[in-house]
C-alpha cells in the first residue's frame, strides 16, 4: 500500500511529503502518472460563466451521493461540488496545462490560509484585519463586502505571491520559467480585477453578460441557499482538508484522450475509490465539434462508478431553453446518472450532443448546431 493510499484512507496529512530540495514528492509522481499532453483551449477559464452551476446541488442532495472519488473539469467551481460531496479523492482534470498550474496556486494557499478571509485576501491581495480569528464564522455577504471596500495592496500581493510560490515549488511537480510567469499573470488578475473578474476569451474583452466571480460566489441552489465553498467555514474546511491531505489532484488530459481518463480509473480502482460526480460543464459538445466524442464514451466506460454516479453537464443554449432552464441564468446545470449515458451512447451512431442535454430521442431532436462558448 503506498504512502498516498494510506493517507488518504487514514486521513493524516502529507505534508512532510513536501520535503524542501527533494526531486520528486508523491503528489508530484501522481499527478506526473494520471497526465497526458496538454492542449489548447480558447480561454485562460480563471472563472466559470456557470451562473447555475449550484443548481446541481439539489440534484445531489436528493440522490445522497457522498464520499467515492470526485473528478471535473475547470477552475474553482469544482471546489463547491467537493464541498458538497466531500470525496475521499477529487481529480481536477483539464486539457490545459495551465489549469493544473492554477490549481497549484490554490493548494498552496488553502493549504496556508487560517480561514476564508485569508484565503480571499491571499488571492485578492488584500490585506486581512488584525482581529482575523473573529471573521471565521461571519457570513460570506460580510466576507465580499470587506473585499469590496480594501484597496489592493501592491506590495503585499507580490509578497504573498512569493512566499505561495515557494510553497508551490515543495509539491515537486517541475515548473519552466512559463509556468511561473504564467502563475503570476493569473494571480495578478485575481488581484487586479478584484471580484469583478469575470470569464473571457483569449483576443475579447469579457462579455459583460458573463457572471463577476463576486456574484458566483453569491449563487444560490435552487431552493435560494447559499451553496458555494465560500458559503460557511465549514464548507471552505472540507475542500482545504483534503487539498492538505494532497486529495485533491490536478490532471491535465483530454477526456476523449488516450491515457489520462483511463490512467485515472486504474488509479481509482487501486485505491477502492469508485466515481460519484463527474462535473464536465460543455466540454461534451466540443469533443462532438471535434469527432472525439467516442473516445470519452470510452473513457467513462472504463471509470469505476459508484451506485447513482453521476455526470454534471453545463448546457449553453443561447436562446434554446430546456424545461429547467430558469430565467436569468445564462447556464442550465444538468444531472444525469452515468447508468443513463451508457445505456444513451450504446449506439453512436444515433448520438448527438442535444439528445444527450435533452435525453431525447435523436428523431425527435430540433435540427440545432448549439453554439459554443
Request: no cysteine; proline share 6%; aromatic share 10%.
Amino acid at each position: 500500500m503506498t504512502r498516498h493510499l494510506r493517507t488518504l484512507i487514514l486521513g493524516v496529512p502529507l505534508l512532510a511529503s513536501h520535503a524542501a530540495g527533494s526531486q520528486q514528492t508523491e503528489f508530484a509522481a501522481l499527478v506526473s502518472r494520471l497526465s497526458e499532453d496538454g492542449g489548447f483551449f480558447q480561454s485562460d477559464n480563471l472563472v466559470s460563466n456557470e451562473t447555475s452551476y449550484l443548481h446541481a446541488l439539489d440534484e445531489l442532495r436528493v440522490r445522497g451521493l457522498k464520499g467515492g472519488a470526485y473528478l471535473g473539469v475547470g477552475p474553482e467551481q469544482g471546489f463547491s461540488y467537493i464541498a458538497e460531496l466531500q470525496p475521499a479523492v477529487a481529480i481536477m482534470i483539464d486539457i490545459r496545462r495551465d489549469n493544473l498550474l492554477l490549481h497549484l496556486l490554490f493548494k498552496a494557499m488553502f493549504e496556508t490560509a487560517r480561514n476564508r478571509l485569508e484565503y480571499l485576501g491571499m488571492l485578492y491581495g488584500r490585506p486581512v484585519p488584525g482581529d482575523l480569528p473573529m471573521w471565521t464564522d461571519v457570513e460570506l455577504g460580510q466576507l465580499i463586502d470587506y473585499l469590496d471596500r480594501t484597496q489592493v495592496d501592491r506590495g503585499l500581493h507580490a509578497r504573498t505571491h512569493q512566499d505561495l510560490m515557494r510553497r508551490v515549488e515543495l509539491f515537486g511537480i517541475p515548473l519552466t520559467p512559463e509556468d511561473r510567469e504564467t502563475v503570476r499573470r493569473f494571480h495578478d488578475e485575481f488581484a487586479y480585477s478584484g471580484l469583478d473578474i469575470r470569464y473571457s476569451s483569449r483576443g475579447r474583452f469579457p462579455r459583460m453578460s458573463f457572471p463577476t466571480i463576486r456574484q458566483l460566489y453569491l449563487e444560490t441552489d435552487l431552493a435560494g441557499n447559499l451553496g458555494s465553498y465560500l458559503a460557511t467555514e465549514n464548507r471552505w474546511r472540507r475542500v482545504r482538508e483534503l487539498q492538505r491531505r494532497d486529495g485533491v489532484v490536478p490532471v491535465v488530459g483530454d477526456l476523449s484522450g488516450p491515457k489520462a481518463v483511463k490512467a485515472i480509473a486504474a488509479y481509482l480502482r487501486e485505491i477502492h475509490q469508485p466515481v460519484s460526480a463527474f462535473y464536465l460543464s460543455n466540454v461534451e459538445s466540443y469533443l462532438f465539434r471535434y469527432g472525439t466524442f467516442a473516445g470519452f464514451v470510452d473513457n467513462v466506460r472504463a471509470l469505476p462508478a459508484a451506485p447513482g454516479a453521476v455526470l454534471i453537464r453545463s448546457w449553453f443554449g443561447r436562446g434554446i431553453a430546456l424545461p429547467n432552464s430558469l430565467p436569468g441564468h445564462y447556464s442550465t446545470q444538468l444531472v444525469q446518472p452515468v447508468t443513463r449515458f451508457l445505456e444513451l451512447t450504446q449506439n453512436l451512431d444515433r448520438v448527438t450532443y442535444w439528445s444527450l442535454v435533452n435525453d431525447t430521442p435523436v428523431a425527435s431532436a430540433p435540427r440545432i448546431s448549439p453554439r459554443l462558448r
